[in-house]
Nanobody
């Protein structure tokens, strides 16, 4: 089994910062990509940020320059999303995902349970 555990959501004022964490554990052979999606009420889920095994990163246009995704060098299967200059439109449930190979060689996608980010004064 593989689990993704997220933390770090909460309430922040516009212009503030939050850092989300996601740790993947279990029978993991290797990770191809990890990242974050978000879904606001009435909207489709969108990919916010991703980091590949070679450390390539990509972001949705609306967060470029404000959000940064990184990986823990000591714990390779842990990623962070540093969110700065938060706007009300960033409010959503943020879901961590991992595209990985399990022990045994098969490749799967896994999702975290979601963490709420609220941006409001």
């Amino acid at each position: 089994q593989v689990q993704l555990v997220e933390s770090g959501g909460g309430l922040v004022q516009p212009g503030g910062s939050l850092r989300l964490s996601c740790a993947a554990s279990g029978s993991i052979l290797d990770v191809y990509a990890m990242g974050w999606y978000r879904q606001a009420p009435g909207k489709q889920r969108e990919l916010v940020a991703t980091i590949l095994r070679d450390s390539y990163t990509d972001y949705v246009e609306s967060v470029k320059g404000r959000f940064a995704i990184s990986r823990d060098n000591a714990a390779k299967n842990t990623v962070y999303l540093q969110m700065n200059s938060l706007k009300p439109e960033d409010a959503a449930v943020y879901y961590c995902y991992a595209d990985l190979w399990r022990v045994g060689g098969r490749r799967y996608d896994y999702w975290g349970q979601g963490t709420q980010v609220t941006v409001s004064s």
